[in-house]
Nanobody, 127 residues
């Protein structure tokens, strides 16, 4: 059974940095895409960033481009989200997601394409 476990969330001041980690287990992920989504109170879940293991393709939401970096260590089945220059509007629960080869650069932003989700980790950015 595939499991995704996020870690690294917390409270940080505006302008600060955090690194989220997502460890995947229970499956073979060589053809998977790994994504990060977030959900703020009263808002819908939104795409943040994603990466495909097979090609290393990356995609970012416009709101985080230039501030966040997604990366991964395939041998550890772990994906990271390095967040810098954090803003109060980045405050949300951040979720890790994994999906099979049906996910491409063209549909990485679509949450419904992902098969597995982590429990989420809270990121709070104070002003």
């Amino acid at each position: 059974q595939v499991q995704l476990v996020e870690s690294g969330g917390g409270l940080v001041q505006a302008g600060g940095s955090l690194r989220l980690s997502c460890a995947a287990s229970g499956g073979t992920f060589s053809n998977y895409a790994m994504g990060w989504f977030r959900q703020a109170p009263g808002k819908e879940r939104e795409f943040v960033a994603a990466i495909t293991w097979s090609t290393g393709s990356r995609l970012y939401a416009d709101s985080v481009k230039g501030r966040f970096t997604i990366s991964g260590e395939y041998t550890k089945n772990t994906v990271y989200l390095q967040m810098s220059s954090l803003k109060p509007e980045d405050t949300a629960v951040y979720y890790c997601a994994a999906g099979g080869p049906k996910i491409t650069i063209w549909n990485m932003k679509v949450s419904g394409r992902y098969d597995y989700w982590g429990q989420g980790t809270q990121v709070t950015v104070s002003s």
